[in-house]
Nanobody
Framework: VQLQASGGGLVQAGGSLRLSCEAS????????MGWYRQAPGKQRELVTI???????NYANSVKGRFTISRDGAKNTVYLQMNTLKPEDTAVFYC??????????WGQGTLVTVSS
């Protein structure tokens, strides 16, 4: 199983970015997909998750600004990030949960928000 994330970059505060993460390989029995992030000097934190049934959860810090979506046919998860803030600066990691086969992670994509 491999995950390829893309879409990070430099954006001004108030701007938007869209991250994508495509999973490939033995992709079946997906429980969930989502995104974590790790800011400099901080622990990795869960940003958002979407289950196979379409339920979503968001960290309080991103509610109302970020939206996760998924294309099941493409095994791809997206993260639309609006109204970005400097404190959103982090490396964003996508993941996929495959039940008993465990979780798999992408390589990370850097999001930098300038003030």
């Amino acid at each position: 199983v491999q995950l390829q994330a893309s879409g990070g970059g430099l954006v001004q505060a108030g701007g938007s970015l869209r991250l994508s993460c495509e999973a490939s390989g033995s992709i079946f029995s997906i429980n969930a997909m989502g995104w974590y992030r790790q800011a400099p000097g901080k622990q990795r934190e869960l940003v958002t998750i979407i289950t196979s049934g379409g339920s979503t959860n968001y960290a309080n810090s991103v509610k109302g600004r970020f939206t996760i979506s998924r294309d099941g046919a493409k095994n791809t998860v997206y993260l639309q990030m609006n109204t970005l803030k400097p404190e959103d600066t982090a490396v964003f990691y996508c993941f996929i949960g495959l039940g008993s086969r465990g979780n798999y992670w992408g390589q990370g994509t850097l999001v930098t928000v300038s003030s």
